[in-house]
């Protein structure tokens, strides 16, 4: 017999989807909860990178918490498409195709690659502080603006971007 262990996630109150309805109002993604109704409410993966499918929290504008649901497929299909938008917008990370160049510039290291998104231009300072190594080998990658790319796993690059990514890792 398997167990699950539960993260710790602190300060968070568990939230019943069923109990709970994801709306907008001017715009602005809302929740109601059994006792409360909070406008302009922001989500946050709780396990962004080990399980980003599971555990989002609820804040308000001004960071305080409001709750947290553990498994988001139990919401609504419209609760469940509002949550995807609002979580696409805060976890932009496209996955890099093709590395074109890196290369030294003032300090920092600035990248030229294609993403599936199309070509993006991007600054990393302090590389070693902003490349993410995952078990299996998937990497990120941090950019100055707090934009994180998926390198995914470096063996299943060209050759090429292999080579290229190989010089500064």
């Known amino acids: 017999m398997t167990s699950t262990i539960e993260p710790n996630l602190g300060r968070f109150e568990p939230l019943d989807p069923k109990k709970i309805r994801l709306f ?13 109704v909070h406008l302009k409410v922001m989500t946050a993966r709780a396990l962004p990178l080990s399980m980003p499918k599971q ?21 609504d299909a419209e609760a469940q498409a509002l949550l995807k938008e ?8 496209p996955r890099i195709r093709k590395i074109h160049a890196i290369f030294r510039e003032h300090g920092s290291l600035r990248w030229i690659v294609e993403t599936d998104l199309g070509q993006r231009e991007f600054v990393v300072h302090d ?11 998937n990497m990120y990658v941090t950019d100055v603006d707090g934009n994180r790319y998926n390198i995914g796993k470096l063996r299943k690059m060209d050759p090429a971007s292999q080579a290229i990514l190989q010089r500064w890792i």
């Open 24 to 36: 907008k109002h001017r715009g602005m993604l809302c929740l109601e909860t059994e006792t409360a």
């Open 55 to 75: 555990y989002v929290g609820f804040l308000t504008r001004d960071n305080h918490d409001i709750g947290m649901i553990k498994n988001p497929k139990e919401l």
């Open 86 to 93: 609002a979580l696409e917008k805060r976890y932009f990370s």
């Open 127 to 137: 590389f070693r502080e902003n490349l993410l190594h995952l078990s299996g080998q």
